[in-house]
């Protein structure tokens, strides 16, 4: 995708920027020199508000002077002069772009918000002014031409592929005056995405549900509810409650609560964010995202911006995605309807009364779990205490699997208290990486989970992984344990997966390190990863109770994997209706983008099948921020075809025995240190031995045979 591809490139070139007065190039800003700290970690101490935009302006000024050098040297190119120096530029640039990006994510505030808005048109302009360098571009053409003749390793001539590939896609081949119209759509989409995303996170934050009394929150823990009532305190609503919301369409409240009226209040809320009207209502900048997507594509020679996306992933084609989808729906939602009808019959014989809604489902699949298996979340949680989780799960799982081992450094500035760093040692005892870790949920991070490098591994330039993960869990007061859901237990191993990738990497290019792979392909061993949450080894180490150190019962512990397939009707269709809506939006011409945005998303939903009500998509049009802020539009899809490849892998690890070195060692070499190395599916077969075929997908999500 060019929003990867580009922004990959622009950590290394970038556009002309106007020399920054030297006033403004302080002394003491630490983004100026390279860090100090051990593998050059961001001085999160030293850092303000006020040194990113001086280190943005002179980084863009620095690269400039590199850049003009390189193509417009006399000499003629060489992969040296030409790939290698660009590979090399842009060292400032490189400081302080992965730490801004990951603030204003994890710890932002007014000010990086107001950078934010400033930058991002100018960064879009910036990688324009590098990828559509005719003279830049010419020098990569003559390289690209005669690349089977030039003596180069496979690393070597894939990064000049990949680079060819790069200014390609971003219009390089386009007359003066289409370039100039392409700058113009990239400045105004990157604005419009900034828009989208601070408009969510400010909605989620300003909104959340206020109740009255302590009674309606009937089924919450005491713990949940202090919190509740703290939040509504930080308001100045003393003596009411505040239900925070979070990212995703379902809140986890729903599960809990007992008064329905306020379980519909709170999934109303959830599921008009971005429609409502006022400062942060969405819907314009969706259909003016999606037609200057649509227009955009349309310059660059593609019918629609999803057959751009895509013929730079693993699927390559709209129809590759659009089969896999629409395979899955009918069986998933059918699954859903059967779930639903069992619902149903527990508010039947509850004498409810009503229908089972949207609202109701987490609620009664509680229920039902009870029934079905004797046990519900809430036995679960205190298992799984997060110290615990973290130590004797995900590490433990890692040093068995691939040797390595973690040892938490108190020394290192972080960014918030709560923050935590780790040395991360390899097998042969020399360091390999850290890991930055950073859990609970704050008002001022943005939601979901994810992964980040605030500096890629390159052997080119020396450089060892910093990696960071980020979770939103709940924090509970103070002194109380964090326990947590199952969900957050496999959101923990899953965004560790995503670590070992950029921890692992071992290549000679930044352009390829650590998770530098196509987005459909990227979840892949994040996903592998998820497989030791319930290995009964890696369980048995860390599922002890909190307070009494008793190990998860076996019985309960043979329900939670009982349990596995339960409910997949419900999260394999909500997962798959956010997925063809992201779709439906970029497959439309720009003479098809509509102007009712709900009104559109309704009858995707109902033409692909997937309209049923009690099952409403993981995330709706107006909060949908993989596809209209992330790095995910047109490939929200990525997590369903990377499982595809991930049911396979946890199939070949129990094959061969599991959780032993050999098999870690294997995955580790063939693909986790590889990155974007070579062809992504490449990669996959040389693990593997083989194509991934689709059986174990089905037979993991209940639907083999529907």
Known sequence: MLVLAASMLLAHVAHAAPAAPAAMIEAANPFFKASPLPFHMPQFDQITNEHYAPAFAEGMRRQLAEVEAIANNPKPATFDNTIVALERSGQLLNQVRPVFENMSGANTNEALEGVERDLSPKLAAHSDSILLNAKLYQRVNSLYAKRDKLGLNAEAKRV??????????????????????LKVYNGELAALATAFSQNVLKETNALGLVVDTRAELDGMTASDIDTAAAAAKARGLDGKFVIALTNTTGQAPLAVLSNRAVRQRLLEASMARGSRGGEFDNRAIVTKLAKLRAE???????PNYAAYALEDQTAKTTLAVNTLLADLAKPAAANARREAADLQAIVDAEKGGFQVGAADWAFYTDKLRAARFNFDENQLKPYFELNSVLNNGVFFAATKLYGITFKERKDLPVYDPDVRVYDVIDVNGKPLALFIADFYARSNKRGGAWMNEYVSQSKLLGNLPVVGNHLNIPKPPAGEATLMTFDEVNTLFHEFGHALHGMFSDVTYPRFAGTSVPSDFVEYPSQVNEMWALWPEVLQNYGKHYQTGAPMPKELLDKVTGAKKFNQGFMTTEYLAASLVDQRWHQLTPAQVPSDVLAFEAAAL??????????PPRYRTTYFSHSFSGGYSAAYYAYLWSEKLDAESVNWFKENGGLQRKNGDWFRQKLLARGGTNDALQLFRNFRGRDAKVDALLERRGLAGK
């Not at 000049?160 to 119209?181: I, M, N, P, Q």
């Not at 594509?297 to 593609?302: M, N, S």
């Not at 109902?606 to 099952?615: H, I, Q, R, S």
């Open 606 to 615: 109902k033409e692909a099948g997937v309209d049923f009500a009690p099952v």
């Open 296 to 302: 955009r594509a349309a310059l660059l020679g593609y």
């Open 160 to 181: 000049l592929e990949r680079y060819h590939t790069d200014f390609v896609r971003a219009g390089a081949k386009l007359s003066a005056a289409d370039k100039e119209k």
